[in-house]
């Protein structure tokens, strides 16, 4: 079974400063896709970057990129240049056919 | 973009009563869809896998005859709570992804939160 372990409960971040959520998930596919996913207040849950495993070029999305690893099974959120609108329960995700796994979350706080 | 339309927002009922959700597609054919229950600060646990014209897969746990899907069509897929208990209150939650996308990115609705009094 697929797991996905998102190994900090909660992190707090400085306005404008670089943040990095972590994430690990192990696996036996070879063809899966990862997500990170931010869910506010409002717990609408908000695509934020997607990585398909077979691209070894590392997605990034403006302010949001990842630095995935593919052997080590890591897949790690960088949030630059960090807003207050930034705070959220973020989860990271795994996707392979129809199995879709979520990590525990990480609460992001951004102090201003 | 895709969009997915989640109703009720919000419902209260009584123990005993029946409740039923609905995840609609707005824009797209979704031949699968997942609905997931979140407890407070926790992560998302995914219930079952709606499939369009067949039975839900159910994940261990999730007694499927209190928690009755359908998906009879390739843009709506509805979850009946079945004799709600207060123990049923939650946050329920559905995802689709679009047919003939392999692996697309899930679009989600925006939630319901059932209180069950």
């Known amino acids: 079974a697929q797991t996905v372990t998102q190994s900090q409960p909660e992190m707090s971040v400085q306005e404008a400063e670089t943040v990095t959520l972590s994430c690990t998930y192990d696996t036996s596919e070879s063809d899966y896709y990862l997500f990170w996913y931010k869910q506010p207040p409002s717990r609408q849950m908000i695509l934020v970057i997607r990585q398909e495993a077979y691209k070894q070029q590392n997605a990034t999305e403006n302010r949001f990129s990842v630095n995935f690893q593919k052997a080590a099974k890591s897949f790690s959120l960088k949030i630059s240049d960090s807003q207050l609108g930034d705070a959220a329960m973020y989860f990271c995700?795994?996707?392979?056919?129809?199995?879709?796994?979520f990590g525990g979350g990480t609460r992001l706080m951004v102090k201003p | 973009g895709a969009v997915v339309s989640q109703h009720p927002s919000r419902v209260i009922c009584k123990s005993g009563t029946s409740v039923k959700i609905e995840c609609r597609s707005l824009d797209f054919q979704a031949t699968t869809m997942f609905w997931y229950r979140q407890f407070p600060k926790q992560s998302l646990m995914l219930m079952a896998t709606?499939?369009?014209?067949?039975?839900?897969?159910?994940e261990q746990g999730v007694e499927k005859d209190k928690f009755l899907i359908n998906h009879a069509s390739l843009t709506l897929s509805t979850l009946t709570v079945t004799s709600a208990h207060p123990e049923d209150s939650s946050f329920y939650i559905c995802?689709?992804?679009?047919?003939?996308?392999?692996?697309?990115?899930?679009?989600f609705g925006n939630g319901t939160r059932l209180t069950v009094t």
């Open positions: 995700a795994y996707l392979a056919g129809n199995m879709l796994t």
């Open positions: 995802s689709a992804i679009r047919t003939g996308w392999a692996n697309s990115p899930l679009h």
């Open positions: 709606s499939n369009e014209g067949s039975k839900a897969t159910y």
